[in-house]
């Protein structure tokens, strides 16, 4: 099967976690695991990952530079922090999976300029901030906050993502035999000129979920895969008596009373790839990846006449393909 993971953020950083790299490195170390299981086990595997932490202390250290006339924009920080993580993954990756090429692509996204979003600023990004912190930053350097909890955060425009402009790159990947590592943090946002089709950077974030959906949708993808940090989604989340939902419709799952700022999101991606191609989506545990392709944990999303999730144990494993690295042209281009 040709399957899409997208890492929650809790892939890489906790709420109330210092971002030190030695942090990140260990949560990646156990994001792998569940990941190289996928791909022992015969699968052909993208993933996505989340940025909202990275992308935030970037803007902050980018802000604060004496040596900058101007801050970076945030389509260019994007695109560190798919190199940053990329890199992290990418080893961990090579080194549970000896002899199979793991490639990591920076990937742009593109969105309509007249997106309502941009109007409206509402993705978090960066730490919490006091709200002193939060109305001298609105002051001195523009930014919008606005409450998470107990504390303010940065928000800013999350575009719909229209297209993956290097799709057909990780179809050629794919092909082959790379593991591949794509559209991190939703991809680098960009607008594409309808007379040239030049394309430009945007001062945006766009949401990781439903970038991942667009990729597995246009990858033709048999599965979507949204890992983070709870075993299901919930219904009565909240309250005292939670109860996890083993399957869903997209209908029955936007109708649920879900967190805007983390579970909704997911929802949203999985109802939609749902919907577009009859495919499974499935929102579970980040270190069991397998099983949630397997229907042992996690929530499935399916519409009613689709073809739903595989039976435990109906899927044969069999040994991935295996390339000498002289021959193995990914890996030449890692080693390029």
Do not use: C
């Not at 002899?99 to 600023?121: C, K, M, S, Y």
């Not at 997209?250 to 577009?276: N, V």
């Amino acid at each position: 099967m040709r399957i899409v993971a997208a890492l929650g953020g809790n892939a890489l950083l906790q709420r109330g976690e210092h971002p030190d790299a030695a942090v990140q490195q260990h949560h990646v170390h156990d994001a792998a695991r569940s990941l190289a299981e996928l791909v022992t086990a015969g699968h052909e595997v993208v993933i996505t990952h989340g940025n909202g932490p990275q992308i935030g202390l970037l803007a902050q250290e980018s802000e604060a530079d004496p040596a900058l006339t101007v801050p970076y924009p945030l389509d260019v920080l994007g695109a560190q922090t798919q190199g940053m993580i990329g890199t992290l993954l990418a080893r961990e990756l090579m080194g549970r999976l000896p002899g199979r090429a793991v490639t990591v692509l920076v990937t742009h996204t593109e969105v309509d300029p007249h997106d309502p979003a941009f109007q409206r600023p509402a993705k978090f990004i960066g730490g919490q901030l006091t709200d002193r912190q939060a109305r001298t930053a609105e002051i001195e350097r523009g930014w919008t906050t606005a409450r998470d909890g107990a504390r303010m955060r940065r928000v800013v425009p999350s575009p719909q993502p229209k297209a993956i402009v290097e799709v057909a790159a990780v179809r050629a990947l794919l092909a082959t035999g790379a593991v591949v590592v794509a559209a991190g943090g939703g991809g680098v946002p960009v607008t594409r000129d309808p007379v040239t089709a030049r394309v430009r950077g945007v001062e945006a974030v766009v949401d990781k979920d439903l970038t991942a959906a667009l990729l597995a949708d246009q990858l033709d993808a048999d599965a979507l895969l949204l890992l983070t940090d709870v075993t299901h989604v919930f219904t009565r989340y909240g309250t005292a008596d939670p109860r996890p939902l083993v399957t869903a419709t997209p209908e029955h799952l936007r109708e649920l009373d879900l967190p805007e700022g983390s579970m909704r999101p997911k929802a949203e991606a999985a109802a939609g790839f749902a919907e577009r191609t009859g495919r499974i989506a499935a929102i579970g545990p980040l270190d069991n990846a397998l099983g949630m392709l397997l229907g042992t944990t996690g929530t499935t999303v399916r519409t009613a006449s689709g073809e739903g999730r595989p039976a435990p144990g109906t899927l044969t494993p069999h040994p991935p393909a295996q390339y000498p690295p002289a021959q193995h042209p990914a890996e030449a281009h890692l080693r390029a």
